[in-house]
């Protein structure tokens, strides 16, 4: 479970990303983050992975404290949430598989777990014929699958996908989220940050609406086609 | 068998990391082993300085000359031998003229004499005329107890590791007990000259070692650094997945310690040839100087290299990483 309580984070130049935000995310939860650039999206998503500490609150996620946190914990808290990003992040002189089996190696995995476990995630995302191939020589939405599968690698509980979808053309994109459903249905936690109202709308989801530093609406999944409407007429009118 | 797999995982990263900067880990490379090999050859030269100090036998050595008994003792009459017998009774209760226990032992008691031999007239005679050889015929004119024109000396010898300063208060002392400074033989300038030498060896060695030894620290932190930005993405979606912060590290220093090691090595090599072709060569010119085979420096020369290469990788690497890696 993903817990922040009257939150506030403020960056060393005064400029203050975050306020007072309370939260609960439960676990194997679906969540769309969506809001203006700038809004204090990356800034919630960088705390959750204590890229950025909080400067005031209290801020958990399962066992860890976040508001606590030590250093040397760090990689413990990181191990337990897979990162997407936009820009997939890839190795381009690696294969698919190694782009993924380097997720393992670097978090010390055995060589025989990583013969076992890559396969099966590859095969996870579609992409299993695939292994051999380079990045650079695939298209933005398999990228992203590779991506997909190295942040699933390790078996975290929580996937943050931060613009998803940013880079990839529409028809790619329906495929990824589709990918992401699955794997919630997997038990895991998936937090989406995106400016992609389509899907937001497509997609019957709890959908959290950031502005200013302040969640300005938080929509359970049943009413969330309606919420992002409400955030779409915001959004153009800025 | 986990840590096993790590280890040889940040090893074969280390090295992929060499290759990946060639000219930075090249250069570092080159002036580690200018570093090695000038302070080891210095310090070969130093020790066979010393070496060839200890073997030179008169370099610890001292020579008290007795001048013959004047003619007074020996029966004649005249005022001025009376004078002169009367003086020396007045000077010095030992006798500076004969062998004499008393004065042996009193110069064996002095500080860091380690042995007094006593040389009669006659000895002196037999071992001149044994060095001269077939050369001697000339010293059939005389003979060993009628004109013989050597005289008695006690020999003595001081500890090997004695200082300019205490020869001359042995050389005092023995002055103190009666006998004249010009009979007082000793190699105090040769032993100055030899430790000026190894002073001003020892000065530029170490200058020369700190001076390297900075400029190759300085050009590993640079490397590193250039390591660092170029796997700048790698390393930061090691620390997304979770990678420990020794995990993110250990190639960078594993990088310097390999470079040190190799830059050992090779310095090594380049030392052997110095040593055995080079310096070996013109020492030989001159006979009187024995030079140590290598053999004898290799295991020191090795630890000591390898250790001036692992210190300097991880020192330059570690500083680079700490300033320069946040993970």
Request: glycine share 6%; hydrophobic share 45%; aromatic share 10%.
């Amino acid at each position: 479970m993903i817990e922040l309580k009257n939150v506030s984070m403020i960056y060393p130049n005064g400029n203050a990303a975050l306020r007072n935000i309370d939260l609960t995310i439960e676990d194997n939860e679906f969540v769309f983050v969506v809001g203006q650039s700038g809004a204090g999206k990356t800034t919630l998503t960088k705390l959750l992975i204590a890229e950025e500490r909080v400067s005031d609150g209290e801020m958990y996620i399962n066992d860890f404290k976040m508001h606590r946190l030590r250093k040397y914990k760090i990689p413990k808290l990181r191990r337990s949430i897979g990162m997407v990003f936009q820009d997939f992040r890839l190795f381009d002189n690696k294969t698919v598989y190694e782009n993924v089996a380097f997720a393992m190696r670097v978090v010390g995995a055995r060589p025989s777990e990583i013969k076992k476990r890559v396969p099966h995630v590859l095969s996870l995302v579609g992409l299993a014929h695939r292994a051999k191939s380079y990045p650079d020589k695939m298209s933005g939405g398999e990228r992203q699958r590779i991506a997909i599968a190295r942040a699933l690698v390790n078996n975290p509980d929580i996937i943050i996908a931060d613009e998803p979808t940013g880079n990839i053309d529409p028809e790619m994109s329906k495929a990824i989220f589709e990918l992401l459903m699955r794997i919630n249905k997997m038990d895991k936690t998936i937090i989406v940050v995106t400016h992609d109202h389509n899907m937001v709308n497509y997609y019957n989801k709890r959908v959290i609406k950031i502005e200013n530093g302040h969640i300005v609406s938080d929509t359970p999944a049943k009413a969330a086609p309606a919420a992002v409407s409400e955030q779409k007429e915001g959004g153009d009118e800025q | 068998m986990k840590l096993i797999n790590t280890f040889f995982f940040h090893i074969a990263q280390g090295i992929k990391g060499i290759f990946r900067n060639p000219i930075m880990s090249t250069a570092s490379l080159l002036v580690l082993v200018c570093c090695m090999v000038v302070t080891g050859t210095f310090a070969l030269i130093i020790d066979n300085i010393n070496k060839n100090f200890e073997a030179l036998d008169d370099v610890n050595k001292m020579i008290v000359w007795l001048d013959d008994a004047p003619e007074a003792e020996k029966g004649e009459e005249g005022e001025k031998s009376e004078e002169s017998a009367e003086e020396s009774k007045e000077e010095s209760e030992y006798n500076l003229h004969e062998y004499d226990k008393k004065t042996e032992d009193a110069i064996k008691a002095l500080e860091h004499v380690v042995d007094v031999v006593f040389m009669s007239k006659q000895e002196a005679f037999e071992e001149f005329k044994q060095s001269e050889g077939s050369d001697a015929e000339f010293l059939d004119w005389f003979d060993a107890e009628e004109n013989n024109p050597l005289r008695a000396s006690y020999r003595i010898t001081f500890a090997s590791d004695t200082d300019t300063e205490n020869i001359r208060y042995i050389k005092k002392a023995i002055a103190k007990m009666g006998f004249a400074e010009e009979n007082i033989d000793e190699n105090i300038d040769l032993y100055d000259n030899l430790i000026n030498v190894k002073g001003a060896l020892t000065t530029i060695a170490i200058w020369l070692l700190a001076v390297l030894f900075v400029i190759s620290l300085f050009i590993i932190m640079n490397s590193t650094r250039l390591g660092l930005h170029s796997r700048r993405e790698e390393i930061q979606i090691m620390r997304y997945v979770g990678a420990t912060n020794s995990f993110v590290r250990a190639p960078f220093v594993i990088e310097g310690v390999v470079i040190g090691l190799v830059s050992a090595a090779i310095a090594l090599g380049i030392e052997y040839y110095l040593y055995t072709q080079v310096i070996s060569g013109v020492i030989r010119q001159y006979q009187a100087i024995v030079i140590a085979p290598f053999t004898n420096y290799l295991l020191v020369l090795s630890i000591a290299f390898a250790a001036i290469g692992v210190f300097a990788g991880l020192f330059g690497s570690v500083i680079s990483i700490r300033k320069y890696l946040r993970v």
